[in-house]
């Protein structure tokens, strides 16, 4: 990428934001500066609409892709953009096919920014949520649906919810025992190249910063991407280049060639 790119997808926890768990001067100081010579900025996370507050300051005039592409947020206003949502009954079925096979998980449903999250009992202990009942959390629309794995059977439940591939999206970005589950289509890599389109930014004009795999999608999107020294294995495969940790301002080191 010869050029200066056009388009910085930057993913949040483990990427952007330190061990702190807040952005950095230097990695805040690069997207500013990128932002002013003309680039689009998009934060493309899993998190919820909730918790990009603290750092919200931190990210200037941004475009936000929360829950993995599922809301699209205007930083600036606080706006919603897009929404793409699940459907509540959908996500009942699969869950009750999962465990019509023997495997033991709970879940919870995040709902749209002004509901949040609801969980069946037990799902993180001691944090307060509604709670109720897989068909009660269920109704109405999900923005993504959580499912907690506490035993050993983490590879045989992601399998099966990976059975709906016409249904659902799976994936996961860093909570250990976490599987995100979203509508069929919904990843940060497919909601970007919706917007991308519509502002006339090629996939060859756009670099992508990350390190779990539901940046994977988002990686195979961009011309050019770069995992952190500290990504999971498969995303360093899948990226252009691996930068430096997440907590050495690896995000700036990258966008100081151009900005």
Not at 6 to 23: A, F, H, P, Y
Not at 144 to 149: A, C, E, T
Request: overall charge negative; charged content about 25%; aromatic content about 6%.
């Amino acid at each position: 990428m010869p050029d200066a790119p056009r388009l910085i997808l930057v993913d949040l926890d483990g990427t952007l934001v330190g061990v702190n768990q807040e952005v950095s001067p230097r990695n805040a100081a690069a997207l500013e500066r990128a932002t002013a010579a003309g680039a689009r900025v998009v934060i493309a996370t899993g998190r919820p609409v909730r918790l990009l507050e603290p750092v919200r300051a931190s990210l200037g005039h941004s475009i936000a892709l929360c829950y993995n592409g599922a809301i699209v947020l205007d930083l600036a206003s606080w706006t919603v953009i897009e929404a793409h949502l699940l459907d509540g009954a959908v996500f009942q079925r699969a869950v009750e096919f999962v465990r019509a096979r023997g495997l033991e998980f709970i879940v919870a449903v995040e709902g749209m920014p002004d509901v949040g999250i609801r969980g069946e009992l037990g799902f993180r202990e001691g944090y307060e949520m509604p709670r109720g009942t897989l068909a009660e959390i269920s109704d109405g629309g999900v923005v993504k649906g959580l499912v907690r794995v506490t035993g050993d059977q983490f590879g045989e439940i992601w399998d099966a919810f990976s059975a709906f591939p016409d249904e659902l999206a799976v994936t996961r970005s860093g909570i250990e025992g976490l599987i995100e589950i979203s509508r069929a289509g919904v990843s940060k890599g497919g909601v970007i190249d919706e917007l991308a389109r519509g502002w006339g930014i090629s996939p060859a004009d756009a670099i992508a910063f990350g390190d779990m795999p539901n940046d994977l999608e988002m990686f195979r999107w961009a011309g050019r991407s770069v995992a952190m020294d500290n990504a999971e294995p498969e995303v360093k495969l899948a990226a252009t280049e691996v930068g430096a940790h997440h907590d050495q301002d690896a995000v700036a080191q990258v966008l100081e060639r151009w900005f």
